[in-house]
């Protein structure tokens, strides 16, 4: 099969490997029929994720086909057209049975911090990933779900993460009726954020990003205020002038290690590596907030320590929630908000490469050219 | 925003009523009760087991000395396979994983270093293969040419760009020290022939 390979920093190719196998009685072989690249993606091809291995494929937003399934699996047949929370998960263990999907302690041997990942290096369990032509799934039972009939593929693929993880950000903010909810990022996390906020009864919705195009975005598909940070000596400062010098009831990071605003940040960790991630969107989230209030962080950030301000945190008594996104205890709802109209997934997709052509999606989506909001992956045989 | 003169116990008016904002954005406040939301309460015992039909799952056979967090009692019963660990890189990756817990720096400070001598021992090795590491395709510079790469930065305020430039080092570093390899081999070899 075809299957994108990480090469080292910055680089990645397609190359030939062998179909995944059944390795367990509950794993499934899912032919990919559409995947997508995530912000995500890009902490590991900047060489950021410790135990990111050369080979490795990428890639943990796709639907597909089931191909195969293990002697165990009961709930699906091959030929079900499927879609794969980013999420690999057992069902069964402390976490899981408590409904967090996303911290499973019976996946991931590599760190018992994180749970596993599809395509995320081996801190994340060492499983390759979708932006290939198949893909094994473990937990065939658990994870997978059939696609509904109504559904397009764009939103299925979009609803494995950066959909229900922009709703779970904007949930993690605890939004009561008519809170000021600002948004750091208007990338696809926080895009969906935003949108979400309004359902939760924001009361208004501010996004700050410094890519226009994005901001443009988030004013025409999540309704919300924006902010360009570059036009703007301090963005806190902006925000508190904003918020009749309280501060916002509730701020997002939707951005993560890889955060700019602060060139010192941003090359000690993202390039230099020295830091888990550039603090910058956190910090202004913790500065920017209201006593009281409460952080959600979605953003990703690496194990290594990041230089946080905790002491704003601490003397502010905020509440401070983060997490991976648990993609499937969120679904129902979601699918709910998706029918109804008031989440349009697909709407936020602008390019579509082939696989063979993901080197270049990689580069465009990287340095942000081009308008680029949510790149999908066509996979050669799909 | 409003005219606050001082610090009162009262939330500061919002520019919108309930009824403007349900008029003017799809579905708001259909989840503004917390029970309507997914995922609350964060804990929430799940008596189906979510569809898995085991307490404990079964094994996945270990081909190989998985290597493991020592924060972990034992191997998981499921891991991922993709790319074990193989040569210099890998033992100092085995050595990360069986020396060092989470809680230490050490332990990712080792597994990072260890992904730069993965990189630059790959990127030789396939110097030596009919598919050698190709840096204007593999980093899909292209795109500059083909995604308006231009256009997309000039005159734009983007905070990245000034970092970008750093970016070709990265990218380029290894090659350097792969070509000075390669002279300082040639070097040697040449010395050893002329004894
Ligand atoms: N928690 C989860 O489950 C989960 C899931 C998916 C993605 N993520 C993380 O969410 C983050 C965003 O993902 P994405 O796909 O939207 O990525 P993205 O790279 O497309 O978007 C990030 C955005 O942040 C902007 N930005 C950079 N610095 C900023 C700053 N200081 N203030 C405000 N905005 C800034 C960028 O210009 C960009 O638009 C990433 O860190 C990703 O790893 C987390
Ligand atoms: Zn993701
Ligand atoms: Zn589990």
Same mark, same amino acid.
């Given at each position: 099969?075809?299957?994108? !390979? ?25 032919? %990919? *029929?559409?995947?997508?690249? #995530? ?26 086909? %089931? ?22 998960? #057992? ?31 081996? *801190? ?29 593929? $764009?939103?299925? +693929?979009?609803?494995?993460?950066? #959909? ?13 009726? @008519? ?25 208004? +919705? ?24 570059? $036009? ?25 290690? $890889?955060?700019? @605003? ?31 209030? *409460?952080?959600? !962080? ?18 502010? @008594?905020? *509440? ?6 648990? !993609? ?9 908000? %998706? ?16 696989? $063979?052509?993901?080197?270049? @999606? ?21 | ?12 008016? =919002? ?12 579905? &708001? ?24 039909? &085991?307490?404990?799952?079964?094994? /996945?056979?270990?081909? &190989? ?42 332990? &990712? ?54 970092? /970008?430039? =750093? ?29």
């Amino acid at each position: 099969m075809r299957a994108m !390979v990480y090469r080292g920093p910055y680089k990645v190719r397609v190359e030939d490997k062998d179909i995944p196998a059944i390795e367990h009685p509950n794993d499934a072989v899912v032919r %990919v *029929t559409l995947g997508a690249i #995530c912000g995500s993606d890009l902490h590991l091809y900047h060489g950021m994720m410790p135990d990111t291995r050369i080979g490795h494929t990428f890639g943990h937003e796709f639907i597909g086909v %089931v191909h195969a399934v293990g002697s165990s699996v009961q709930n699906l047949n091959v030929g079900d057209r499927v879609m794969v929370p980013f999420n690999i998960f #057992c069902g069964s263990c402390w976490f899981c049975a408590r409904g967090l999907y996303s911290n499973c302690h019976n996946v991931n041997p590599n760190a018992s911090a994180i749970g596993g990942i599809y395509g995320y290096s081996h *801190t994340c369990g060492g499983y390759d990933g979708g932006q290939a032509e198949f893909v094994r799934v473990p937990f065939a039972d658990v994870g997978p779900a059939l696609i509904p009939d109504w559904m397009s593929d $764009e939103d299925a +693929v979009l609803l494995t993460d950066a #959909c229900p993880t922009g709703y779970f950000g904007a949930q993690l903010g605890e939004i009561t009726e @008519g809170d000021v909810v600002v948004v750091f990022g208007a990338g696809p996390v926080g895009l969906f954020a935003a949108k979400s906020a309004w359902l939760m009864g924001a009361g208004r +919705v501010l996004v700050v990003d410094h890519l226009d195009y994005r901001l443009e975005k988030a004013r025409t598909f999540a309704h919300a205020e924006t902010f360009n940070f570059t $036009e703007h000596d301090d963005i806190v400062l902006e925000m508190k002038k904003q918020t009749d010098f309280l501060g916002a009831d509730v701020a997002i990071d939707a951005v993560g290690a $890889e955060a700019d @605003g602060n060139l010192l940040m941003h090359v000690t960790s993202a390039k230099l590596k020295l830091q888990g991630g550039s603090p910058v969107a956190l910090n202004w989230a913790i500065d920017a907030v209201r006593k009281g209030g *409460t952080v959600s !962080v979605v953003g990703a950030y690496g194990p290594l320590f990041s230089a946080v301000k905790f002491g704003d945190a601490m003397n502010k @008594g905020l *509440t401070i929630r983060a997490n991976q996104c648990p !993609v499937k205890r969120q679904w129902p709802r979601l699918f709910e908000h %998706v029918k109804n109209g008031y989440l349009t997934p697909s709407d936020i997709v602008t390019h579509r490469f082939p696989l $063979e052509d993901i080197a270049e @999606g990689y580069h465009v989506f990287s340095a942000k050219l081009d308008g680029i909001i949510k790149p999908l992956v066509v996979p050669s045989a799909a | 925003m409003t005219d606050l003169t001082g610090y009162t116990p009262h939330k500061p008016p =919002l520019p919108e009523s309930p009824e403007q904002l349900r008029a003017r954005i799809p579905g &708001w406040g259909v989840d503004l009760s917390p029970a309507d939301r997914p995922s609350h309460p964060k804990l929430d015992f799940r008596d189906d087991l979510t569809g898995a039909h &085991w307490e404990f799952p079964e094994r /996945q056979p270990e081909k &190989w000395p998985r290597e493991r967090s020592v924060e972990h009692q034992f191997l998981t019963p499921v891991f991922g396979t993709a790319q074990p660990p193989r040569g210099v890189a890998g033992a100092l990756r085995r050595l990360s994983y069986a020396r060092f817990s989470e809680a230490r720096a050490a332990h &990712w400070l080792l597994l990072l270093a260890a992904d730069r001598v993965d990189a630059g021992g790959a990127h030789l090795r396939s110097l030596l293969t009919l598919h050698p590491d190709n840096p204007v395709t593999e980093t899909g510079v292209k795109g500059e040419l083909t995604h308006h790469g231009a256009s997309s930065r000039l005159g734009k305020n983007r905070a990245d760009v000034k970092h /970008q430039l =750093l970016d070709p080092v990265i990218v380029a570093g290894p090659f350097v020290a792969a070509a000075g390899a390669g002279i300082g081999a040639a070097k040697a070899l040449a010395g050893a022939l002329r004894r």
